[in-house]
Nanobody, 123 residues
C-alpha cells in the first residue's frame, strides 16, 4: 500500500501563487507515474497535471498550461505542483494520485489517492 498526504493549500488572491506538495510513504516502489487532479463543488474530478516515473515527462490540462508546473523528487518520494497566476476558476479540492500506467496519466485510473487539500482563489 501507498499513503499520499497533500499539503500547501489555502486561500490566495487572484493572480497569486501556491505550491502544493504530496508526500508518499509505504510501498513507494509502487508509486510509478503520478498526477494532480481537482474537484470543484458540483463538478467531476478533473485531470490537472501528470508526471511520468521514467524520464519525468510532464502532461498538463489546457486550462493550466503555462501557469502550473508539476515536478517530483524521487529521493524524497514527494510530488509538487507550483501554481502561478491563480484564477477563481482554479478553486477546488486538489488531489494527489499515484500508480497509474503512463497511458493512463490523464485519466482517473490511479491506484492510490490522497485525501485532498483545499485551494480557494478569491479576493
Amino acid at each position: 500500500q501507498v499513503q499520499l498526504v497533500e499539503s500547501g493549500g489555502g486561500l490566495v488572491q487572484p493572480g497569486g501563487s501556491l505550491r502544493l506538495s504530496c508526500a508518499a510513504s509505504g510501498r513507494t516502489v509502487s508509486v510509478r507515474n503520478m498526477g494532480w487532479f481537482r474537484q470543484a463543488p458540483g463538478k467531476e474530478r478533473e485531470f490537472v497535471a501528470g508526471i511520468s516515473w521514467i524520464g519525468a515527462r510532464t502532461f498538463y490540462a489546457d486550462s493550466v498550461k503555462g501557469r502550473f508546473t508539476i515536478s517530483r523528487d524521487n529521493a524524497k518520494n514527494t510530488l509538487y505542483l507550483q501554481m502561478n497566476g491563480l484564477k477563481p476558476d482554479d478553486t477546488a479540492v486538489y488531489y494527489c494520485a499515484a500508480g497509474a500506467s503512463e497511458s493512463d496519466i490523464r485519466t482517473v485510473r490511479y491506484s492510490y489517492w490522497g485525501q485532498g487539500t483545499q485551494v480557494t482563489v478569491s479576493s
